[in-house]
DNA sequence: TGCCCATGGTAAT
DNA sequence: TTACCCTGGGCAG
């Protein structure tokens, strides 16, 4: 269930841990066989993220598309470097109450880039990490559709809605089927190629935020806390909106889109304290406006938020800011 | 233990 | 619009 900010923090743990390095792929659960045998024993050379799919550059013009869909996940184990921007002021990693995440010992490990350590991290809408114990490699756990061995980490490929093989030219051709993602096309050909688009479309500006076509990487947790954030009523048709308002949309998008990939989170809530901001993150519950809160009182307003679906999603907004 | 739901997307209807 | 893909977590029983 991953939204843009993930794939672009996986496209980083490749980059960190297997760029250089030559794998031997497999397909555990035996669905990637042939793709496996044709990854296996070229070097991965680069690794990237456009929207919600990556795509992993090996030699020999090679490339693997992985979208992960609603269920998708990827699993680092080994000598891996972790992103450790999630911690709090505390010096504390997480929140010790969810299964899984960073205590104790470890917390050092991820508190920086240092030293390799022995991890698994699972990463996905979430992120986890622990210890590991096993020796390396570990055997697999659940259905891996693909596993990619180096010599000290492993990576394995759980659930994806899209993994396959294709060359540079099959890259571009996805590529230029999505809309601009403001970590891939900055600058202001990418705000005014979706502002072009936006105007364009007689499509309600909350259906459009979904369409991966019109930006790339925004899913339904985004699309409500943007447009809750910009006071905007879904359902105002995107050729309807004011020039300023899809820019203010595209800027907002790219702040939100940064910070989540710095924390892993995604946050929407600004302006909070110190203590507040700590929980947010610690707290799903705590760290959105409008999103999962139907009939919860509007943070700022105190109108029930509401709930209707919109481009086949539950979209949450508040009639009353966003009138 | 078994259902329901989910931060996606596509194909069939 | 709906069905389905496919996985795991939460929660009712």
């Given at each position: 269930m991953p939204e843009g900010h993930s794939i672009h923090r996986i496209a980083k743990q490749f980059d960190r841990n297997f760029v250089g390095q030559k794998v031997t792929a497999s397909s555990p659960q035996g669905r990637f066989v042939s793709g496996a045998k044709q990854l296996?024993?070229?070097?991965?050379v680069e690794a990237k993220a456009v929207g919600k799919n990556m795509f992993l550059g090996f030699d020999h013009d090679l490339w693997l598309r992985v979208h992960l869909g609603i269920y998708g996940a990827w699993d680092f184990a080994g000598e891996i470097l972790a992103d450790g921007?999630?911690?709090?002021s505390n010096g504390?990693?997480?929140?010790?109450?969810?299964?899984?995440?960073v205590v104790g010992a470890h917390e050092d490990s991820l508190g920086s880039i240092g030293a390799p350590r022995l991890t698994r991290l699972r990463m996905s809408e979430q992120e986890t990490a622990e210890v590991e114990t096993e020796p390396f490699p570990p055997e697999p756990i659940g259905q891996v559709r693909l596993r990619l061995l180096a010599e000290r980490a492993v990576a394995d490929l759980r659930g994806p809605t899209i993994c396959e093989i294709r060359d540079a030219q099959g890259v571009q051709e996805v590529v230029d089927s999505l809309g601009p993602d403001p970590l891939v096309d900055e600058g202001p050909e990418a705000e005014n190629r979706f502002a072009l688009k936006v105007k364009s479309k007689q499509t309600p500006i909350g259906v459009l935020l979904m369409d991966q076509s019109v930006?790339?990487?925004?899913?339904n947790i985004y699309r409500a806390e943007l447009l809750f954030r910009a006071k905007l009523?879904?359902?105002?048709p995107g050729k309807q909106l004011s020039e300023s308002a899809i820019r203010e949309l595209w800027l907002d998008w790219s702040r939100l889109l940064r910070l989540g990939v710095e924390t892993g989170q995604i946050m929407t809530?600004?302006?909070?304290s110190k203590t507040d901001y700590r929980k947010a993150l610690a707290n799903r519950a705590d760290r959105?406006?409008?999103?999962?809160?139907?009939?919860l009182p509007c943070r700022v307003c105190g109108t029930n938020i509401v709930m209707e679906m919109a481009a086949g999603r539950k979209l949450y907004w508040c009639p009353k800011c966003q009138a």
């Open positions: 296996s024993g070229h070097e991965i921007t999630i911690e709090s504390r990693i997480g929140q010790t109450q969810q299964r899984g995440t930006v790339s990487g925004i899913g009523n879904p359902h105002i809530m600004d302006g909070l959105h406006w409008v999103y999962h809160r139907t009939g």
